[in-house]
């Protein structure tokens, strides 16, 4: 079937840098992927929609500035975290549906993201 | 208001136990539902979607009343293997394929 991958699977790193996270559909091509970020004990919530060939859409509440969303291709959309703070320590995941159907929406493996 | 709420738990039952998971929605433009199943610090995995006449997947029934805006999940001689965390899924009419998931609700099964 088909696979979402993210990378990397985990990344650690100092307050104030930025960090990338790559999303690729490996068998399908996907017009639109889903950011979602996972706080412990919390429910995932969406971050923003990537658009391949437009500019992202953000949910409310998420700073477009800080979180970085280039849809580059049909197979991969990046999400660049800006300056990052301990605050932003989370699982980012992403997810792929098949434009068809949302029952057919593929999940990466997530990227946990620990800010010292 | 939360938008998907389920009870977290943790529900700790015994092998061959069978163990109900509710949830409520608060969008009345809801058009599909899901269950999915999330392991410790994985990927949430789709389970099965709900339909409103109900559907079985094995030892999984799932409910849907959408007068209501319910929705359950029943599971049957429960495994060691099910013990994880459940999550109710909605996707609103308006959102695309975006899904808005609950908090989940934790399964503990022993031995």
């Known amino acids: 079937g088909a696979v979402v991958s993210q990378h990397p699977s985990r990344v650690i790193c100092k307050s104030g840098t930025s960090v990338k996270i790559e999303c690729r559909s490996l068998?399908?091509?996907?017009?639109?992927m889903f950011w979602y970020r996972q706080f412990p004990k919390q429910s995932l919530m969406l971050m923003a929609t990537?658009?391949?060939?437009?500019?992202?859409?953000?949910e409310q509440g998420v700073e477009k500035d800080k979180f970085l969303i280039n849809h580059a291709s049909l197979t991969l959309s990046t999400l660049t975290v800006t300056s990052a703070h301990p605050e932003d320590s989370s699982f980012y995941i992403c997810s792929a549906p098949l434009t068809t159907s949302t029952e057919t929406q593929y999940f990466g493996p997530g990227t946990r993201l620990l800010v010292l | 208001r939360k938008e998907v709420e389920q009870d977290p738990g943790p529900f700790n039952v015994p092998e061959g136990a069978t163990v109900a998971f509710n949830c409520t929605y608060s969008n009345s433009a809801s058009q599909s539902f899901f269950w999915y199943r999330q392991d410790c610090r994985k990927e949430p995995k789709l389970l099965m979607s709900?339909?409103?006449s109900g559907n079985e997947d094995g030892r999984f029934t799932a409910q849907l009343n959408r007068a209501s805006q319910y929705i359950s999940l029943l599971i049957r001689d429960s495994k060691l293997s099910d013990s994880a965390t459940y999550l109710c899924?909605?996707?609103?009419?308006?959102?695309?394929?975006?899904?808005?998931f609950g908090k989940g609700t934790s399964l503990l099964v022993t031995p």
């Open positions: 068998d399908f091509q996907a017009t639109t």
């Open positions: 709900v339909y409103s």
């Open positions: 899924v909605v996707n609103w009419a308006y959102s695309g394929y975006a899904l808005n």
């Open positions: 990537s658009n391949e060939g437009s500019k992202a859409t953000y």
